[in-house]
């Protein structure tokens, strides 16, 4: 999309809906990613460091938190890979390995991260089957340290998982690949009913409508609704 793009379209929407609104992030692979988009106007950024070893991994967050927060930006960390495709990045199952719990309280303990994404099961993308969720990682880490847990990988997962996830002790849940397919359906269904559609306001409408109801449904399940 951009940078400039990003950061205006998302300030306007905050503005517009009065709510309190971040601008986060996501997957920030490296310190100099994380600061553009800080610079750039980012309210929340992730660093994602958890194809480096925990040491590593620790090191780097650390850096980006050390440097987000003097400007009063928050920082989600990751421990633990999470599986499946996204924007072309893929993790196959074989190398999805679950965060351990105590190593996510020390990775929280040493770099200060403000949100922890922990790999549980889930994965991004659409399931082939269901996922199987480790409630007791999330439980276990979610009773010992004092901020959000991140659930990845939420398209797909069922209504009852994502109950007991939040139950359990998850914060926050990033959902993309159920917009993507709402979205892309609705195009697809406009453009198979009539060939001589040329304005993309016919089909982008009813795509941001498909959408809309995801986030919808999302916020009623999350638990979310008036909570900002
Ligand atoms: P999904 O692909 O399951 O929507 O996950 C999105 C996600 O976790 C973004 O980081």
Redesign the pocket.
């Known amino acids: 999309m951009g940078i400039e793009y990003t950061v205006a379209i998302a300030e306007a929407a905050a503005r517009k809906s009065g709510l309190p609104i971040a601008l986060h992030l ?2 920030g692979s490296s310190f100099e990613v994380a600061m553009q988009c800080i610079r750039a106007g980012f309210s929340s950024v992730m660093f994602d460091g958890s194809h480096y070893s925990l040491e590593e991994n620790i090191r780097l967050t650390k850096e980006v938190v050390r440097a987000a927060h003097a400007m009063g930006v928050s920082v989600e960390g990751e421990l633990g890979t999470i599986g ?1 495709v ?1 924007d072309d990045i893929s993790v196959d199952e074989e190398h999805a390995a679950l965060a351990k719990p105590e190593e996510a309280i020390r990775f929280y303990e040493e770099t200060g991260v403000d949100a922890l994404a922990i790999a549980v099961g889930t994965a ?2 659409m399931y082939k089957g269901e996922p199987k969720i480790h409630y007791d990682i999330i439980q276990k880490v979610a009773d010992a340290i004092p901020v959000p847990i991140v659930l ?5 997962v069922p209504d009852e998982a994502i109950r007991q996830s939040i139950q359990a002790g998850v914060g926050k849940i ?5 917009n993507q397919v709402a979205c892309t359906n609705a195009i697809r269904e406009v453009l198979s009913g009539d060939s001589k559609v040329y304005d993309p306001r016919k089909y982008l409408a009813p795509a941001r409508n498909a959408m809309i109801e995801v986030v919808r449904e999302k916020i009623r399940l999350f638990g979310s609704s008036n909570q900002a």
Request: charged share 20%.
């Open positions: 996501d997957h499946g996204e991004h993308g990845h990988g939420g398209s797909g990033n959902v993309n690949t159920e």
